[in-house]
């Protein structure tokens, strides 16, 4: 049974930073490709970045590119997303992800977490 549980959302002013932390429980974490999204009011669910198994290879969406930064604990289990000078259309429920296959990376995904909401005020 994989499990990806996500932490670390809240309510922060523009300009704030905020860590979210994913733990996946199941398989060996190693073995994962991981990833976040996040998916704003009115808006289909998006592609924020991802992260290869070694945690050498990462991958952005434009919107924070330079702003936000994914990383991996593989000794914890757990993936990380650092987000910076956040903005007001940052705003979302941010969403953990995880694959074995390269090629879902960012098409898919075959393990969900259930979501952490940020919520960026101006």
């Known amino acids: 049974q994989v499990q990806l549980v996500e932490s670390g959302g809240g309510l922060v002013q523009a300009g704030a930073s905020l860590r979210l932390s994913c733990v996946v429980s199941?398989?060996?974490?190693?073995?994962?490709?991981m990833g976040w999204f996040r998916q704003a009011p009115g808006k289909e669910r998006e592609f924020v970045a991802g992260?290869?198994?070694?945690?050498?290879?990462?991958y952005y969406a434009d919107s924070v590119k330079g702003r936000f930064i994914i990383s991996r604990d593989n000794g914890k289990n757990t993936t990380y997303l650092q987000m910076n000078s956040l903005k007001p259309e940052d705003t979302a429920v941010y969403y953990c992800?995880?694959?074995?296959?390269?090629?879902?990376?960012?098409?898919?995904?075959?393990?969900w977490g259930k979501g952490t909401l940020v919520t960026v005020s101006s």
């Open positions: 992800a995880a694959t074995l296959n390269i090629e879902r990376m960012t098409d898919g995904m075959d393990y």
């Open positions: 992260i290869t198994r070694s945690g050498y290879g990462v």
């Open positions: 199941g398989r060996t974490f190693s073995s994962y490709y």
